[in-house]
């Protein structure tokens, strides 16, 4: 269907401006548009637009000139926004709202630290990744582009990652999130000092289902894998999750999941296959 409404031939301005354009690259003033029911409106505008008494339901909405955030960040992937190698076949890119705001010291995973753009005292440049919208290739033309990585590469790399891993992301239980994200969350909370410190020294947190399955587990363990070095021997590390290990057991007994004893892996050397057969989770230290 999608390839029938292609032309032989695209605008070169087009052509042009996608193969200056990468994943993370920032475009100004995106269009916000997203579809909705007037009949169950949850965001503001669609609750605004419900008490006009519309009825045609579905509609589709878009944010006023005014309130669109200031940039978009591009989550496609380089490949298909630039299609160097071959006929493009993709008219559209996605685009994320980037917009300001009081800077926090964890911010929620849907919400990405743009920490190279220079923001005012007390705030931070965000990438909200709860929207995306499709913007077809046409629109990018005449509007301003910047480097929210200012030329950092492995900064650029690691967007890209956190994207993959978003969409990759396992389905698990309510209970294993109760058991082990709130859990780390209290614990970063009970000891903020080390926390921080810790979450320097841990590369990933990653979890195994040893008994039952990911939707219902009876038996999990959480794998710490360190960053490179004797990390993972450093005594105080071990211990900020041995107690963390004591509390998350208890609340594991009520959820009707045996936490087993935390195994710790340097990131250099762990065994591939190991890794393999683990499940990624946030880290929210």
């Given at each position: 269907?999608?390839?029938?409404?292609l032309p032989?031939?695209?605008?070169?301005?087009?052509?042009?401006v996608?193969?200056?354009l990468?994943?993370?690259?920032?475009i100004?003033?995106?269009?916000?548009v997203?579809a909705?029911?007037?009949?169950?409106?949850?965001?503001?505008?669609?609750?605004?637009?419900?008490?006009?008494?519309?009825?045609?339901?579905?509609v589709?909405l878009?944010l006023?000139?005014?309130?669109?955030?200031?940039?978009?960040i591009v989550?496609?992937?380089?490949?298909?926004?630039t299609?160097?190698?071959?006929?493009?076949?993709?008219?559209?890119?996605?685009?994320?709202p980037?917009y300001e705001?009081d800077?926090?010291?964890?911010a929620?995973?849907?919400?990405?630290?743009?920490?190279r753009?220079?923001a005012?005292?007390?705030?931070?440049?965000?990438?909200?990744?709860?929207?995306?919208?499709?913007?077809?290739?046409?629109?990018?033309?005449?509007?301003?582009?910047?480097?929210?990585?200012?030329?950092a590469?492995?900064?650029?790399?690691?967007?890209?990652?956190?994207?993959?891993?978003?969409?990759?992301?396992p389905?698990?239980?309510?209970?294993?999130?109760?058991?082990?994200?709130e859990?780390?969350?209290?614990?970063?909370?009970?000891?903020k000092?080390f926390?921080k410190e810790?979450?320097?020294?841990v590369?990933?947190l990653?979890?195994q289902?040893?008994q039952g399955?990911?939707?219902?587990?009876?038996?999990?363990?959480?794998?710490?894998?360190?960053?490179?070095?004797d990390?993972?021997t450093?005594e105080r590390?071990r211990?900020w999750f041995?107690?963390?290990?004591?509390?998350?057991?208890?609340?594991?007994?009520?959820?009707g999941?045996?936490?087993?004893?935390?195994?710790?892996?340097?990131?250099?050397?762990m065994?591939?296959?190991v890794?393999?057969?683990?499940?990624?989770?946030?880290?929210?230290?």
């Amino acid at each position: 269907m999608i390839s029938k409404g292609l032309p032989d031939e695209w605008p070169p301005e087009v052509v042009e401006v996608a193969a200056q354009l990468q994943q993370g690259d920032l475009i100004s003033e995106p269009p916000l548009v997203y579809a909705a029911s007037l009949a169950y409106p949850i965001w503001a505008l669609t609750r605004l637009e419900a008490e006009d008494g519309v009825d045609s339901d579905p509609v589709h909405l878009s944010l006023d000139r005014d309130d669109v955030p200031e940039w978009g960040i591009v989550v496609s992937q380089t490949c298909d926004v630039t299609e160097e190698e071959h006929e493009p076949v993709q008219p559209w890119v996605e685009v994320c709202p980037v917009y300001e705001r009081d800077a926090v010291e964890n911010a929620p995973e849907y919400l990405y630290p743009l920490n190279r753009m220079p923001a005012a005292e007390g705030r931070m440049w965000v990438a909200d990744l709860r929207l995306t919208v499709s913007l077809e290739k046409g629109l990018l033309v005449g509007r301003q582009r910047r480097d929210p990585f200012d030329g950092a590469e492995e900064a650029r790399i690691e967007f890209g990652v956190k994207l993959g891993e978003r969409r990759a992301r396992p389905a698990l239980s309510a209970g294993v999130h109760v058991v082990i994200t709130e859990t780390l969350k209290k614990r970063r909370g009970n000891n903020k000092p080390f926390a921080k410190e810790a979450r320097t020294r841990v590369y990933k947190l990653m979890l195994q289902v040893e008994q039952g399955s990911r939707l219902d587990p009876r038996s999990v363990r959480l794998h710490v894998i360190c960053q490179p070095s004797d990390e993972c021997t450093e005594e105080r590390l071990r211990e900020w999750f041995d107690k963390w290990w004591e509390k998350a057991s208890e609340a594991g007994k009520d959820k009707g999941i045996e936490l087993l004893p935390t195994v710790f892996h340097d990131r250099e050397s762990m065994d591939i296959e190991v890794y393999d057969r683990l499940i990624p989770i946030e880290n929210p230290m």
